[in-house]
C-alpha cells in the first residue's frame, strides 16, 4: 500500500514545476478563503484591469500607441465605475427604500390575490394558502429586520467604502500601466523550466478573458435593454429589477428563473392579469430569448462548452466557497481545474515524453 502511495506521488509531483503549482494553488486558496474580504478591492481592480485589456488590444491592432491605448481604457473605465457609482446606484437604493416601505401593502394585495385560488382550482386549499401567508409574513418580517440592521450596521464602514472607492481606481492604473512588469517580477518566484505552467496559462488565459469581458458585456447589454424595456412599460421598480435581471446572467440557468419571480410579482401586483401583464411577460420573454439564443453564442464563441451539470455543480461549489466572486468566476475556475487536469503529467504522459526524447 505504501509503495502504491509513494510510485502515485512520485508520478504526480517528479518534477519541480509541479510542486510548485501545487503550492501556488494552496497558498491562493488560503489568501481567498482567510483575507477575501480585505484582498476585495485588489480582486475587483485585477477583475476591471483584465476587462479592459480588451481595449488596449484592439486599439493596439489599430496601430495605437500604447500610452495612448491605455489612457482611452482607463478614461473609460472611470466612466463606467463612477457613473455606476453615482448614477445607477443612487436610483436603485431610492426604489429598494420605496419598495420596503410599500412591502406591507403588496404583501397585502399578494394576500388578496392568493386568497382567490382556491376559488379557482381544487389543486390548492384555503388552508396550504393561508399556512403560505403566514410563513411568507413571518420572512417579509425577518427580510425587513435584515434591512434595518444592515442599514445601521454598515454606517462604520463608510469610511471603508470611501477607501475603496479611491483604492480601486489607482489599482486599476498600476494594474493597467505596469502589466508587464509585475507579470515579469512575478516570474522570478517560478522555476525557469515551466512548460506546465506555460501550458496551463496559453489555455486559460484567451478564455478567461473571454469570458470575464464577455459577461460584463452581457450584464450592461441585458440590464439596459431590460431598464430600457420597464421604463417603456412604466413598471414599478424599474432600476431595480433591471439591475436584478441584468446581474442575474452571472449565474447561469438559476439566475434567469430566480429573477424571474419578483418580475412576475410586480407585474401582477401593479396591473393584474390584463394585457400590460402579458405584454410583461412577452418583453421579458423576448429579452431572455435573445439573451440565450443570440447574445451568449456571439459573446462565449471562443470559451470552452460545459455541460450544464458541470456548470451548475461549479456555481454551487466555487460560490458557496467565495460567495458573489466565486458565482461569477464559477466558470473560468471550472476551465482552470480541467486544464490543470489535464495538463498534469501522468505516467503516459511521461512515457510518452521519454520515447519522444529516446528518437
Known sequence: ???????????????????????????????????????????????????MQGVIAQMMRWRAPRWLAITVSYLLFMSLFFGFIFGLMPLVWNQLTSLVQELPLLLRQLQSALMQLPERSDLVSEAQVRELIGVAGVEVGKLGQQVV???IGQIPNLVGVLIYLVLVPILVFFFLKDKDLILGWLKHFLP??????????????????????GKGIEIVIVGVATYISFIWMDLNYAALLALLVGLSVVIPYIGAAVVTIPVVIVGY???????????????????????????????????????????ILSV??????????????????????KAILNAWPTQTNNSSTMGDASR
Open 1 to 51: 500500500m505504501l509503495r502504491i502511495i509513494s510510485n502515485w506521488v512520485d508520478r504526480l509531483f517528479a518534477e519541480e514545476e509541479t510542486v510548485v503549482l501545487l503550492l501556488l494553488i494552496i497558498v491562493a486558496l488560503v489568501l481567498i478563503i482567510t483575507l477575501g474580504h480585505v484582498l476585495a478591492p485588489v480582486i475587483a481592480s485585477l477583475v476591471f484591469a483584465f476587462m
Open 316 to 337: 454551487l461549489v466555487f460560490g458557496g466557497v467565495w460567495g458573489l466572486w466565486g458565482v461569477f468566476f464559477a466558470i473560468p475556475l471550472a476551465t482552470l481545474v
Open 149 to 151: 440592521s444592515f442599514s
Open 192 to 213: 525557469h523550466r515551466r512548460p506546465l505552467m506555460a501550458k496551463i496559462w496559453l489555455e486559460m488565459n484567451d478564455q478567461v478573458a473571454n469570458y470575464v469581458r
Open 269 to 311: 401586483l401593479q396591473w393584474g392579469v390584463g394585457s400590460e401583464f402579458y405584454t410583461l411577460l412577452l418583453v421579458y420573454g423576448i429579452i431572455q430569448g435573445l439573451d440565450g439564443n443570440v447574445l451568449v453564442p456571439l459573446l462565449f464563441s471562443e470559451v470552452v462548452n460545459m455541460h450544464p451539470v458541470a456548470i
